[in-house]
C-alpha cells in the first residue's frame, strides 16, 4: 500500500540507514567526503600528494611532479572535449552608455552541433543583469539541481568596475559560469540557456518579462529556510552533506582571509620595494666609484619589482578568485540543501496528517454519534456517523495521493541532488589540486628567478669592486 510508505527511501537508501551506526563509527576515525565511496580505490585522498614541509632538497623532484601533474589535468580536459557538443566563449567586453546608464555587455559566443540550434556558430551580446536573470531561472526552473554560482556585482576591493583588472576578472567569472552550465547533463538543455544564447537583443528582453516575481522568490526563500530548522528526522546522507559543506565553507573562509593577508602584506612590501630603485639611482649619481654596482642594484630591485607585482596578479587571479567562488558555490549547495529540506517537510506534515485521519476513521466506527450537533439539528445519528466516515474516507483518498506524489518528488529530488553532489565532488577535487599545484609552481619559480637575478647582481659587483684602484671590495 502506497499510503504505509513512511520515508521515501529507495532500497540503497535503507541498506544505508541499516549500517549508519557502522559509517558512523568509521567517520569518527577518518573523515571522507560523502557520495565518493564510488570513487575510492587505495587512497583516500584520490591520488592527491602528500606536502612535505621538510622537501627543501626534493624541490626540483616536486616541481617536475607538479607539472606532470597539471599536463594530466590537460589532457583529461582535452579527453573531455572531444565528447562535448557545446562552446561558449566569453569575450570582448564592451561600455555602453546611455541617457540614464552605463553598462558593460559581454559578447557570449556558442558552437555546437546540436540540432535545435539554427547554425553551429552564434553571436549574441549579454550584461551582467542577463547572466543573474538566467540563474535565477535556473534555480526555480530546477530547485534540487546545483546552479554554478555568480560572481558578485560590485566589488569591495575595486570600486570602479570598469576598469580593465576589474573587467578580466568579471569576464573569467563568466566565461566559468556558462561552461559549467554547457557541461551540466540536464541544465545545458534548459530553453532559458536556449534562449540566452541565441535570442537577438529585443527578443531576449522580452522574454525576460515573462519570468516570475520577485515575490514569490521571497515566500520560497523564507520557506525553504524555515524547513531546513524545522527538519527533525533528514536522512542520514543528508546529515553528512550539510555537516560536511558547513566545514568545507568555514576552512574556506579562513583560506580565503590568510590569501586576503598575504596579499596584503606582498603589496605593501611591493611598495616599499619599488621605493629603492630611485634611492639606488641618485645615489649612483653621487658616487662615482660605485656607480656601476648601485646602478646593478636599481636595476635588479626593477626586475624583482616586476617579478613580484605579476606574483601577486597571479595570485589574486588563479587562487584568490578561485576560493571566492568555491565560497560562492558551497551557499549554492546549502540553498539547494534548504529547498529539499522543504520538500521533505512538506511530505512528513502529509504523512502525520494521513495518520491523524485514519486515526479518527476508526474513532468513528466505537462513537457514539447521538450528542453530536447532527443529531441536535434533528439528523440521525447514524446518518451523522456515516457522513463523516465518507468524509474521512475521500480525505484519506486525497491524502494518500498527495503523499505519493510528494513521495515521487522527493524521491526525484534525492536523485537529483545526490548526482549533482557527486559531479561536484570530482569537478572540486580536480579544482583544488589544480589551484595549491599551480601556486606552489608559481612561488617556486618566483624565487627561482628572484635569487637569480640577485646571483647576477653579486657578480656583477664583486669583480668591479675588487679591481678597482682604491681597494674596495664589496664582499659577495
Not at 101 to 130: C, H, M, P, W
Not at 347 to 370: C, F, G, H, P, W
Request: overall charge negative; hydrophobic content about 35%; some cysteine.
Amino acid at each position: 500500500m502506497a499510503e504505509e510508505n513512511a520515508t521515501p527511501h529507495s532500497v540503497k537508501d535503507d541498506a544505508d540507514l541499516d549500517s549508519s551506526p557502522t559509517k558512523a563509527a568509521d567517520e569518527n576515525v577518518k573523515f571522507r567526503d560523502p557520495l565518493l565511496s564510488g570513487f575510492d580505490h587505495e587512497s583516500d585522498d584520490d591520488g592527491m600528494e602528500s606536502l612535505d614541509l621538510n622537501a627543501s632538497i626534493k624541490s626540483d623532484q616536486t616541481v617536475s611532479r607538479s607539472s606532470s601533474l597539471i599536463a594530466n589535468f590537460k589532457l583529461d580536459e582535452d579527453a573531455d572535449a572531444e565528447t562535448k557538443d557545446l562552446f561558449i566563449v566569453v569575450d570582448d567586453p564592451e561600455k555602453h552608455t546611455s541617457t540614464l546608464e552605463s553598462y558593460i555587455t559581454f559578447r557570449v559566443q556558442t558552437k555546437t552541433n546540436r540540432s535545435e540550434f539554427e547554425g553551429a556558430e552564434l553571436s549574441v551580446r549579454r550584461r551582467y543583469n542577463d547572466f543573474l536573470w538566467l540563474r535565477q531561472r535556473l534555480e526555480e526552473t530546477y530547485c534540487t539541481h546545483l546552479v554554478p554560482p555568480l560572481p558578485a556585482k560590485h566589488s569591495l576591493k575595486r570600486l570602479d568596475r570598469f576598469s580593465p583588472e576589474f573587467l578580466r576578472v568579471r569576464e573569467g567569472a563568466l566565461q566559468k559560469f556558462l561552461t559549467r552550465l554547457a557541461d551540466h547533463p540536464v541544465l545545458s538543455f534548459d530553453k532559458n540557456l536556449f534562449v540566452f544564447l541565441t535570442a537577438k537583443a529585443w527578443e531576449f528582453q522580452a522574454h525576460k518579462k515573462q519570468g516570475s516575481g520577485i515575490f514569490s522568490r521571497v515566500t520560497d526563500s523564507l520557506h525553504n529556510m524555515g524547513a531546513s530548522y524545522m527538519m527533525k528526522n533528514r536522512p542520514p546522507e543528508f546529515v553528512v552533506m550539510h555537516e560536511y559543506i558547513q566545514t568545507f565553507g568555514e576552512k574556506l573562509g579562513v583560506m580565503d582571509r590568510i590569501s586576503q593577508r598575504i596579499l596584503k602584506e606582498s603589496t605593501e612590501y611591493l611598495t616599499e620595494l619599488t621605493e629603492w630603485a630611485p634611492c639606488f639611482m641618485l645615489w649612483a649619481n653621487s658616487e662615482d666609484k660605485l656607480k656601476s654596482g648601485l646602478l646593478a642594484m636599481s636595476k635588479n630591485i626593477e626586475e624583482c619589482c616586476k617579478e613580484l607585482k605579476d606574483m601577486i596578479d597571479s595570485t589574486e587571479d588563479d587562487f584568490a578568485q578561485p576560493l571566492k567562488e568555491y565560497i560562492l558555490y558551497t551557499e549554492s549547495v546549502k540553498g539547494v540543501l534548504r529547498r529539499r529540506d522543504a520538500m521533505q517537510m512538506e511530505y512528513d506534515m502529509i504523512v502525520e496528517e494521513l495518520a491523524k485521519k485514519k486515526e479518527e476513521r476508526e474513532q468513528i466506527k466505537t462513537s457514539d454519534q447521538t450528542y453530536s450537533i447532527g443529531a441536535f439539528l434533528g439528523k440521525d445519528p447514524e446518518d451523522v456517523k456515516e457522513s463523516k466516515r465518507e468524509k474521512l474516507e475521500q480525505q484519506l483518498v486525497d491524502l494518500t495521493q498527495q503523499m505519493d506524489m510528494l513521495n515521487d518528488r522527493l524521491v526525484v529530488a534525492n536523485a537529483d541532488l545526490k548526482a549533482d553532489m557527486e559531479r561536484w565532488h570530482i569537478n572540486k577535487q580536480r579544482d583544488m589540486k589544480e589551484i595549491f599545484l599551480n601556486m606552489a609552481e608559481r612561488n617556486i619559480q618566483y624565487y627561482e628567478r628572484c635569487l637569480e637575478k640577485w646571483e647576477n647582481t653579486v657578480r656583477d659587483i664583486h669583480p668591479r669592486n675588487e679591481n678597482a684602484e682604491d681597494g674596495i671590495i664589496v664582499s659577495s
